[in-house]
């Protein structure tokens, strides 16, 4: 229901035209969680538990989702509220940011490495459940029959997933974190950077599975400007999001257990190969149908599987990509290795904007073609990453 590729980045496009404004909603989103954790990571080293610092980072999110749907449904001038909406949903991007290395961290205290696959599934699976229902909700509250209208439905929309948030985090906050070592020397995070870059550089399989996420990071730019696409383009109405969603979770719904299992059993170097290689299915689907004719309506329609595609790579990309990063390094140093990927990541997602400035000086399918280049380029990568499973049941 807070979809950024679909419902902020909808709900933006109504506020203004600007290409470039509307690309930005991903750098300051996946950019805060990226970046953030490798400023952060020298912090979280000292520090025997991680979950106080979840826990005040999820107050800030929910605040700001609340505060939010409180502006949205009182300003009347929408150039206020497209500045109100920008710096709320800057302050909850940069608390979940924030909130993102404590999570991972916990995640890899609580859960074995063989696990964490199915644990990604199943967290994915019943929350993907959910989000149908939630889905058919923003099918209904964004149809033009609605009782409410625009920004009142926008509103609704904000407040009840301000609740599910809640929820969402009151539950992780009550996990039992396991009591970690303590280590009060730990390096300011500009020198923990330096004392891991030697051994970064000589992790070949480190520094080429960087090379991966920075290519798909680029040619993610596209994905805010699907929706914007379906929007002027094909001139279809707020309840297709509903539909668009519908389609994303499904297609996420019926592959995380098959992709968990996968991980599990034969390694994440196979989801990543395979993360790199969907990545390539939505700008591909999205240069074919704008080849096709026929009305719009059936256009819109079939645009659907787009988002099929987007659903089923970011199922594997959570569920492998990450799983990945966590079994790279040794134990000592995983933050710092955690924080140092995320860094070079959110620089390469800060590029983003550029998808703007692609769309206004040479259209949308110029932008679908970068991103679908992108992602043969770090599928080419990836084929040359190592199974980090056989290198530590070597060295055991």
Known sequence: ????????????????????????????????????????????????????????????????LVALSVATCVLNRLEVLLIVFIAVFTASSVAAGVAGLPFLNVVVKTIPSTRRGMYFGWRRFVGGLLGLAGAALVKVILSPGFALGFPENYALLFFIGSLATLLAVGSFSVVLEPIGVEEPRALHPGRAWRATLGRVIRDRSYIRYLAVRVAMAVGNMALPFYAVYARRALNVSGSYLGI????????????????????????NRLLVCLTALTAGLPPAAALALTQIGGPLAGRGALFTLVFVCQGLHATVHVIGSNNYLLELGPSTERVTYIGLAHGVIGLAVLASPLGGVVVDQLGFPALFTLSLACALVATALSIGLIEPREIQAVEQ
């Open 1 to 64: 229901m807070l979809s950024t590729d679909l419902v902020m980045t909808w709900f933006l496009s109504e506020l203004t035209e600007s290409n470039l404004l509307i690309s930005l909603l991903r750098p300051i989103e996946v950019g805060s969680w990226y970046f953030l954790q490798l400023l952060l990571s020298g912090y979280v080293r000292r520090r025997s538990r991680s979950l106080p610092l979840y826990r005040a980072m999820g107050a800030i999110r929910v605040a700001s």
């Open 244 to 267: 668009y969603l519908m389609g994303s979770t499904l297609a996420s719904v019926l592959s995380n257990l098959i992709v968990g299992r996968l991980g599990d059993r034969y390694g």
